[in-house]
């Protein structure tokens, strides 16, 4: 039996700090007293810092050395770190395989021929043409509150031909309590000068890359290719406190939820002592839905509603496109709870997201 279908379903509501450096939010301890969602703008170090009730959460970060911002690193309301470090913060006994998966993203493997999705610095020059870049531009709001967060921002979807195919904007709600936080990722995507083809592609398109310890133990190497066909080796490690699973809105679990549908998808683990688990909420409004998971043991955590040809072996085709002018909107939730879940707790929770946009 799996670690999440062991634990206890619970139906009720949402109810050491690791020393960081580098990218890790600027931390020198909680002020007395200080309570709600707080986002602190530092234009000159590229980032935007999220704490909640004083305890930092994570951060919004485009350092010209990523190919996209992201959200890095992701806390649990107990300041467990449950992001990969590498390549930002390397730690020990963790894997360095696939560069481009740092923190949380959103981005895509085919848009008008240029993969997104796979860039990084460790890109080989005769490949970079075919890669494309999300340029972080501005940021649009910041603000504050007693229950709430909010962070607006405008990116660049920049081909490898310097064509800026998409305008990006993006709103990030950031909430917290007691055990429990969560990122509301709004992106509204709007296509310039010409059509946009989102090819179907696996690689893609709101995900994470996990910490050791939530990723599913296992027992041999693997070789993962991407849609180019560029191999990746992932090496068999030592397992010791590796235990993570998955668990789908449809019943999968572990290594099956790769390349199904479903609303929802969670991954538990236990992280030393504390009992984590991470969920991501697809939206019925949302193009594909319900999403196709790209979830992989070696943790990789993503939802893809635009991959159906990859991951139906050819049964289904979507080939999402723009039109010059035209845009879409996705939305997606990811929960983090300091606490055992299972599918009544992600039922509701899905319902409330549901219920929460248009």
């Not at 703008?41 to 909640?52: C, F, G, T, W």
């Not at 485009?62 to 959200?71: M, R």
């Not at 930002?88 to 560069?99: I, T």
């Not at 041999?220 to 990746?232: I, N």
Request: proline residues 5%; aromatic residues 10%.
């Amino acid at each position: 039996m799996t670690t999440l279908m062991r634990i206890t379903v619970r139906a009720a509501g949402l109810c050491a700090l690791a020393a960081v450096v580098a990218w890790g939010a600027p931390w020198t301890g909680r002020a007395a007293g200080e309570e709600g969602i707080r986002l602190v703008r530092d234009d000159a170090s590229q980032r935007v810092d999220v704490y909640v009730n004083g305890q930092p959460f994570t951060a919004y970060i485009y350092p010209a050395t990523l190919k996209k911002p992201v959200l890095f690193p992701l806390r649990t309301a107990k300041g467990t770190v449950v992001t990969r470090g590498f390549p930002l913060e390397p730690r020990a006994g963790e894997r360095v395989d696939h560069p481009h998966q740092v923190g949380l993203w959103f981005t895509y493997g085919d848009v008008n021929g240029a993969d997104f999705w796979n860039n990084s610095d460790a890109i080989k020059p005769e490949d970079r043409p075919k890669m494309g870049t999300i340029v972080h531009r501005a940021v649009a709001a910041v603000r504050s509150g007693p229950d709430r967060g909010e962070l607006e921002t405008e990116m660049d979807w920049v081909h490898g031909n310097g064509t800026v195919v998409l305008k990006e904007h993006a709103l990030f709600v950031f909430r917290g309590g007691a055990g429990w936080r969560s990122v509301d990722r709004i992106t509204r995507l709007q296509a310039q000068g010409a059509r946009v083809a989102f090819t179907d592609n696996k690689e893609g398109m709101f995900g994470l890359r996990v910490a050791r310890q939530l990723e599913i133990p296992a027992t041999k190497p693997e070789v993962f290719t991407d849609a180019s066909g560029r191999a990746t080796a992932v090496a068999a490690m030592d397992n010791t406190g590796v235990n993570g699973d998955f668990l789908t809105s449809e019943g999968k679990t572990g290594d099956a939820a790769w390349g199904t549908r479903a609303r929802w998808c969670a991954l538990g683990a236990r992280i030393g002592d504390e009992p984590v688990t991470l969920a991501i909420l697809d939206h019925p409004a949302n193009p594909g839905f319900p999403t196709y998971w790209h979830a992989r043991g070696y943790g990789l955590f993503a939802a893809n509603p635009l991959g159906q040809k990859a991951f139906s072996n050819g049964k289904e085709e979507l080939n999402f496109a723009l039109e010059a002018g035209g845009s879409v909107t996705f939305r997606h939730r990811i929960l983090i709870l300091s606490e055992p879940a299972g599918a009544d707790r992600f039922e509701e929770a899905f319902r409330v997201f549901a219920a929460a946009y248009r």
